[in-house]
């Protein structure tokens, strides 16, 4: 039992944050079925039902009829919501058993009214538990005006058929009232709750887009960086090479002075674009720390940068760089951060790297992701080590620390 509930434990914890409202959401509905029918049935008909066999038949029968209803309803209620959010379409005859149940149920309730087999507010309360069940995944299915409709004209039905039935004038304004309960709950319950889920994941999907354009901007950057080198001096290398045939084609002495410089050109463009390479791979460390603020404030994380990082040598600033990046990268794509500190410091001859998060879902991999196994080989070139994983056992923290010594061992 205590591993079930362990395993449950870390499969909440792995799950994002909108996949935990969603799921918390679906099974508040599944209790609301049970608890709002059963309750509204079975208070009721214990003090409100005549003891006669008729009106105990009829009794029974809406409380086995109930249960099919709730049933029903949880198993139509993730189709429905996955219909609402447009991740499938409602399969079809999906609502065919659930209004079934709902005609046999009020069915039932009116001839309660009829044979004056229960008292006026159990019939009406009955009534509320045959609806609600029905009611609450419907209305994800079904535009709200085609729902509001409905209720209307169902109303109408109800109200003039248990007026029929018990000839109770009072009761029709209780009738119609309960109805009137019964569409205006849903919408609020689940119509409102799906739509709070459907623009949790619309912010979901803009975060992830955010973190992919964040990748492709930089991307772009090394394009236009590699663009500006070569362009130009490639532009040369074509014009004097030209040059060079026409001379060579003549006998001219000069082709060969045509071609030294584009052997120089070339030699000098090779130069050029070993520096932007090594740019790009040698982070630089003040640059990745104000980039992690900007792009994780971008995306909604409160950051906090306390960094020392004058006095570091370059490869070290160049390590401890690519770490700001990976770990930049791991909390936008992978966690439900909230919040984001990072910390640099220096002592007893180390720079010691603090990444620290919380919402962690999968923002690293202590035992060896493809990102920290990378960094860990980056950081053993300058003699550094990389530790990463949960702060304690079933919080939701992440930390991550790098620690490369000023005096790094060189192998």
């Not at 309803?73 to 993730?78: G, K, S």
């Not at 019939?123 to 609806?131: E, H, K, T, Y």
């Not at 460390?285 to 020392?308: N, T």
């Not at 500190?341 to 923002?363: C, F, I, M, P």
Request: aromatic share 6%; glycine share 10%; proline share 3%.
């Amino acid at each position: 039992m205590v591993g079930r509930i362990r395993r449950w434990q870390r499969h909440w914890r792995e799950r994002g944050k909108a996949d935990r409202v969603e799921l918390y959401t679906v099974g508040t509905w599944h209790v609301t079925y049970w608890f709002f029918s059963l309750g509204w049935l079975l208070l009721p008909l214990v003090g409100g039902l005549d003891h006669r066999p008729v009106a105990l038949f009829l009794g029974t029968a809406l409380v086995l009829v109930a249960a099919l209803q709730c049933a029903a309803a949880n198993r139509l209620t993730r189709p429905a919501l996955d219909h609402y959010l447009g991740r499938a379409r409602l399969p079809a005859g999906a609502r065919r058993l659930p209004a079934v149940l709902l005609g046999l149920a009020l069915v039932l309730s009116v001839a309660l009214a009829a044979l004056d087999a229960a008292d006026p507010v159990t019939v009406r309360l009955v009534l509320g538990a045959s609806l609600l069940p029905f009611a609450l995944p419907h209305v994800l299915t079904v535009p709200v005006g085609v729902f509001l409709r409905g209720a209307g004209v169902l109303g109408l039905l109800l109200t003039a058929a248990v007026g029929l039935a018990d000839r109770d004038g009072a009761g029709l304004l209780a009738t119609g009232a309960m109805v009137a309960f019964q569409t205006v709950f849903p919408l609020l319950a689940c119509r409102c709750g799906a739509w709070t889920l459907a623009v949790l994941w619309e912010a979901e999907r803009a975060r992830e887009v955010e973190a992919r354009l964040a990748v492709a901007e930089e991307r772009l950057r090394f394009g236009r960086d590699l663009h500006d080198v070569l362009g130009r001096n490639l532009s040369v290398i074509s014009l004097k090479s030209e040059l060079a045939v026409r001379l060579a084609r003549r006998g001219r002495p000069e082709a060969v002075e045509q071609m030294i410089e584009v052997q120089r050109i070339a030699q000098e463009s090779q130069r050029e674009v070993r520096a932007v390479v090594r740019g790009y791979r040698e982070a630089d460390l003040g640059a990745e720390l104000a980039g992690a603020q900007g792009v994780l404030a971008a995306a909604g994380i409160d950051c906090e940068v306390r960094a020392e990082t004058g006095g570091l040598p370059a490869d070290v600033q160049s390590a401890l760089g690519w770490v700001v990046r990976e770990a930049t990268t791991n909390v936008l794509r992978h966690g439900d951060t909230g919040r984001c500190r990072v910390g640099l410091s220096v002592r007893e001859g180390l720079a010691v790297l603090t990444v620290e998060n919380d919402g962690a879902r999968a923002t690293g991999d202590a035992s060896g992701g493809s990102g920290l196994a990378g960094l860990r080989e980056r950081l053993a070139a300058v003699g550094g080590t990389l530790e990463a994983g949960l702060v304690e056992a079933g919080r939701d923290r992440f930390r991550l620390v790098a620690q490369v010594p000023l005096a790094p061992a060189h192998s």
